[in-house]
């Protein structure tokens, strides 16, 4: 597709479950980034992929939390043992980097509810 | 450090009267990016303005222009002719590389309510 696709766009699990959510970033976009949104509030900044490596990975909440990126395209945010904290929107992102303004374009996100 | 400040929750502007939402930030990093972006009740993030550390004139895209005072650090944007539309929570957000790495982050964002 043309824009940047998450799935689940919704996913239910009970406390202790891992997840994985995934997000596949616009075609040629070298930048990925994940943010989480609790409900009506900002966004929070989780980490950073250039490529493949991930430079900044100072948002990461607990070691609970991690994510790869494969093939400079897919990417993968696992939460581990989640808690009902952990419920929020994850939103993915990604940008051509400093072409242009180097907007970051959104996905839809996903809505993940741990009960 | 990086920081971004909305000092607005909510805001309420008369359909089509103009409002300004405003956003100051700060950062040592003297090549920087400034954004807004709005978040209707659907959830979507949908980019609006930027505006360059380096750029001599103040952004402007349709309806929407940002106010650039690099003194003050401030970068407000101005919604003009205001419709219903425009309803929705509105983020302002810096890209730098205070940290190393260019990295965006995004204030607590302005509820923006257009009443008929």
């Known amino acids: 597709g043309a824009g940047v696709s998450q799935s689940p766009s919704n996913k239910v699990t009970e406390k202790g479950k891992d997840v994985e959510l995934r997000c596949d970033p616009i075609?040629?976009?070298?930048?990925l980034y994940w943010y989480r949104q609790s409900l009506g509030q900002g966004l929070e900044f989780l980490i950073y992929f250039q490529g493949n490596s991930a430079p900044d990975k100072s948002g990461l909440p607990s070691d609970r939390f991690s994510a790869e990126r494969t093939g400079g395209s897919v990417s993968t945010l696992t939460i581990q043992r989640t808690q009902q904290e952990d419920s929020a929107v994850y939103l993915c992102a990604s940008s051509l980097g400093l072409s242009n303004t180097g907007e970051l374009f959104f996905g839809e996100g996903s809505r993940l509810t741990v009960l | 450090a990086q920081k971004i400040t909305q000092t607005q929750p909510g805001m309420f502007v008369q359909e089509k009267e103009a409002v300004t939402l405003d956003c100051t930030y700060d950062?040592?990093?003297?090549?920087?990016?400034l954004f807004w972006y709005k978040q209707p009740s659907s959830g979507e993030m949908i980019f609006l303005i930027y505006q360059g550390s380096y750029d001599q004139q103040n952004a402007t895209e349709g309806r929407y222009s940002l106010n650039f005072q690099k003194a003050r650090k401030s970068a407000n944007l101005v919604i003009s002719a205001s419709q219903l539309g425009d309803s929705a929570m509105y983020f302002c957000?810096?890209?730098?590389?205070?940290?190393?790495?260019?990295?965006?982050?995004f204030g607590t964002g302005t509820r923006l309510k257009v009443l008929a």
């Open positions: 950062t040592s990093d003297p090549s920087y990016g």
């Open positions: 957000a810096m890209r730098d590389r205070t940290s190393g790495t260019y990295k965006y982050i």
């Open positions: 075609s040629g976009h070298t930048a």
